[in-house]
């Protein structure tokens, strides 16, 4: 390490100290805990000093440089001294449509502007992205950094309840942990929706036991995939037309089969568990409400692929999931359900937990990759795919969350009966993320081919019997649809041929008293925010889209509103072809939908 040149004058406290050798061991060498280490130091005294860096750089025997530039890529990181307890506020889109911007106003009012030191030190609010909890809108997270740190979600919030909470510092009261999870899954009312495959286990089984786990049919999948052979399994998950659940829809057996033939080794599972899409949520409760099947998932297609490590990389605005996750995992291991010897058949697998850190880039696989290995959470160039090279360099199995948990299913049911569940390009059941101006907003398990206008009538339609106005499909990567398209099928292929997209399954619904042009300006932000800067198209691109939506909603395009749409259209070209990863290749999708469909800014027009 006498190459390793340390911040001067710079000593971790022993708080520091302590909470960083005890989540990373001392001396390990090991980069890819970098991670880890940072979330260790800022959960003690609430950032990350100098002292704490350089500890963890001596530790791992990383450049305090290089590590810097790794804490400064992601957005939950503070660098600087700030109060140990920090409430993020969500402004993102579904929060904005129930009443996110005045509750803002009523903190700046109260409590002061966001971002600064407020209740006589003691805590601070911030502006959040995309919480995650968009069924549950406006919401808000609450980190109190400690020797007992916490971070609690707080869904259906309101301004009172987090002035309150800001007032109380670290004192505030934990809201109890126990969901009526109708509220979140309402097919799960009773009558129960007998029909529901991957949610089944939703309000039914105690995701927190391993035993109610079992009693409800888990850990079977396991069992048959040890009897049939790992070649079996891939081949069932074939014959299922198993495809990719989180937008980019590539067949799961392909990559499987690819991994499990590598002669390279190790080989690597990652489960992409970085939900971070606006209006995105369905990965989140399959995680809180029914921890154990992505285990068993994970586990399955670890054995099928010869991965002996595995890695569930999840975004840290989700405690409550990371916490279930821990739990499982845990139990799982001690039950012989992981480890070594997996239900005693000579296989080794297990399963580390890893916290994102607020990147939305993240959800890129290969920026994944290198946030596991402990670098900044860039894209890399493609080829070579992860099935050649993946997360240190290795041939890598990446799934999300979704994909992953039917799989089980898949197992018990066969591959073909599984197939025969909604259409041939679009088999088996999928999550639809409702939200919005929506009655019954939630999650949704529904098979392909439901059509849009279905979906919406199971959910209620529209709150209020108010004039639906514009739906946004897919998130913010994805595209704006008109209420003259409702009868849309939902399938990869049904989106497809009508220009539109699936993505992440989000359905957001606006009506006739939502200003839509706030609404594309808050998704070309949320871009501009989250672009990691490495290419051009993107880091430019995003920047000059937001300042044209900001032009024309003054009414002071270049070259009239004529003009500045033919920028926008060029820009978005731009980045569309030229940008590294799907981020820039898609931050123009939904704004360009608006402009196009919904009639935003008539020519000779203002806002």
């Known amino acids: 390490m006498s190459d390793l040149h340390f911040i001067p004058n710079a000593a971790a406290t022993a708080a520091e100290r302590e909470a960083i050798d005890r989540a990373i061991g001392a001396g390990t060498g090991r980069r890819d805990l970098l991670l880890p280490a940072l979330h260790a130091a800022q959960s003690r005294v609430g950032w990350i000093s100098e002292g704490a860096l350089n500890h963890i750089c001596e530790q791992l025997h990383v450049p305090p440089a290089e590590a810097y530039g790794v804490a400064t890529f992601y957005a939950m990181f503070a660098m600087k001294p700030r109060p140990a307890h920090v409430v993020h506020v969500c402004d993102d889109i579904a929060c904005k449509t129930r009443g996110a911007d005045a509750i803002c106003r009523t903190l700046t009012e109260q409590m002061g502007p966001a971002n600064e030191p407020v209740a006589g030190g003691s805590a601070m609010w911030l502006r959040s992205p995309c919480l995650g909890l968009c069924e549950q809108a406006p919401a808000a997270l609450v980190q109190s950094a400690g020797a007992q740190s916490r971070d609690v979600a707080l869904p259906s919030t309101s301004a009172a309840e987090i002035v309150k909470t800001i007032k109380a510092g670290a004192r505030f009261d934990v809201r109890s942990s126990k969901t009526d999870v109708s509220h979140v899954v309402p097919q799960a009312k009773s009558p129960r929706d007998a029909s529901l495959k991957l949610l089944a286990r939703v309000g039914v089984s105690d995701p927190e036991s391993l035993d109610e786990y079992r009693a409800h049919g888990g850990y079977a999948a396991l069992r048959r995939a040890f009897d049939i052979g790992p070649e079996q399994v891939i081949r069932e998950v074939v014959d299922a037309k198993l495809v990719g659940r989180g937008g980019a829809a590539f067949p799961s057996g392909r990559k499987w089969e690819a991994v499990a033939r590598s002669p390279v080794r190790p080989h690597f599972l990652v489960c992409n568990a970085d939900e971070s899409e606006p209006g995105t949520f369905k990965d989140r409760v399959i995680m809180e409400e029914d921890p154990f099947s992505l285990i068993e998932a994970m586990t399955i297609a670890g054995y099928a692929t010869g991965c002996e490590q595995g890695y569930l990389y999840i975004r840290a605005e989700y405690p409550l999931a990371t916490a279930r996750l821990q739990n499982a995992i845990d139990q799982a291991r ?6 070594a010897n997996v239900m005693n058949e000579g296989v080794r697998f297990d399963i580390e937990l890893r916290r994102g850190a607020g990147a939305y880039i993240c959800g890129e696989e290969t920026a994944l990759f290198n946030s596991i290995e402990g670098k900044r959470g860039e894209p890399r160039n493609k080829p070579p795919f992860p099935v050649q090279s993946g997360v240190f360099s290795k041939p890598t199995v990446i799934n999300n969350v979704e994909t992953l948990v039917n799989v089980p299913h898949i197992l018990l049911a066969g591959g073909p009966a599984f197939g025969a569940t909604g259409t041939s390009g679009s088999t088996g059941t999928k999550l639809f ?36 106005q514009a739906i946004l499909l897919g998130g913010a990567a994805g595209v ?30 606006f009506d006739d008293t939502i200003n839509m042009h706030d609404i594309v300006l808050r998704i070309a932000s949320f871009f501009r925010d989250e672009s990691c800067g490495q290419c051009v198209p993107c880091r430019i691109g995003t920047i000059r889209q937001e300042e044209s939506l900001h032009r024309l909603g003054h009414g002071k395009g270049n070259g009239g509103v004529t003009g500045e749409l033919a920028i926008m259209r060029d820009l978005a070209q731009v980045m569309t072809d030229a940008s590294i990863c799907g981020l820039g290749q898609t931050a123009a999708s939904a704004v360009q939908s608006a402009v196009r469909k919904l009639q935003l800014y008539p020519a000779g027009g203002s806002r």
């Open 334 to 339: 001690r039950r012989g359900l992981l480890g």
């Open 480 to 509: 704006f649809v008109t209420p003259d398209e409702l009868d849309m099928p939902l399938t990869f292929e049904g989106t497809r041929a009508a220009g539109a997209t699936l993505g992440s399954g989000v359905i957001m619904l």
């Open 433 to 468: 993320c409702l939200s919005g101006c929506v009655t019954t907003p939630g999650l949704y398990e529904a098979p392909f081919g439901i059509t849009l206008r279905q979906l919406i009538e199971r959910a209620g339609g529209i709150a209020g019997g108010r004039t639906l």
